[in-house]
């Protein structure tokens, strides 16, 4: 059982918008900086969002993230079929004392 | 360009030893100011931050597996290093070297994994 908490799938149409929440508590998300990764199938998992919503270099701007209270969202616009993959959350929780990750939710593009 | 190539063994015996070696290129590992980690992927636990080492030697490890895990750095050889000790079926897991964010140590301004490796599954099987 992760200390984050992500549904564990997700679909809509391509070109559609989706959103994949990322819940937690005051000590992980409420006071530190969340990041989102993506994990496309069979591969290493890549960084697409740090400090709650800034995009690393060569990741498309169809991506964003937000923060609000204890949880967190990963937008997703103009959904193409290559964003298929898995997403997962991860911030630093004061409690454990190190960073944790959310359970990671699959993105279907129907 | 950055690089992580990792090497070490894909099967290791119970109560053994695992060991894994991750060498950068494209960056020096004593000049970069990031920090440099190893992170594990398995089936029943998801993604699981191991530690993380800076060049000079300061550690961090996970609270949950510090009694079993040493990192180390060999700055000459732009390498780092993953041990775990006394492994059971619980290891078994893709193990990714990463390079995690610069300019602050493991806490609320630094975050893991900016940059990964191919991963390594290593299986804890006799």
């Known amino acids: 059982q992760s200390v984050l908490t992500q549904p564990p799938s997700v679909s809509e149409a391509p070109r559609q918008r989706v959103t994949i929440s990322c819940s937690g508590s005051?000590?992980?998300?409420?006071?530190?900086?969340v990041n989102w990764y993506q994990q496309l199938p069979g591969k290493a998992p890549k960084l697409l969002i740090y400090?709650?919503?800034l995009l690393p270099s060569g990741v498309s701007d169809r991506f964003s993230g937000s923060k609000s209270g204890t949880s967190a969202s990963l937008a997703i616009s103009g959904l193409q079929s290559e964003d298929e993959a898995d997403y997962y959350c991860a911030v630093w929780d004061d409690s454990l004392n190190g960073p944790v990750f959310g359970g990671g939710t699959k993105l279907t593009v129907l | 360009q950055l690089q992580l190539q990792q090497s070490g063994p894909g099967l290791v015996k119970p109560s053994e030893t695992l060991s894994l070696t991750c060498t950068v290129s494209?960056?020096?590992?004593?000049?970069?100011?990031?920090?440099w980690g190893w992170i594990r992927q398995s089936p029943g636990k998801g993604l699981e931050w191991i530690g993380s080492?800076?060049?000079?030697?300061?550690?961090y490890y996970n609270p949950s597996l510090r009694s079993r895990v040493t990192m180390s750095v060999d700055t000459s050889k732009n390498q780092f290093s993953l041990k775990v000790n006394s492994v059971t079926a619980a290891d078994t897991a893709v193990y990714y070297c990463?390079?995690?964010?610069?300019?602050?140590?493991?806490?609320?301004?630094?975050?893991?994994?900016?940059?990964w490796g191919q991963g390594t599954l290593v299986t804890v099987s006799s």
């Open positions: 990463v390079r995690d964010s610069g300019g602050a140590p493991p806490g609320s301004s630094w975050y893991p994994g900016e940059s």
């Open positions: 494209g960056v020096s590992i004593s000049s970069s100011g990031y920090y």
């Open positions: 080492i800076y060049y000079s030697g300061s550690t």
């Open positions: 400090y709650n919503d």
């Open positions: 005051s000590s992980n998300i409420e006071y530190n900086a």
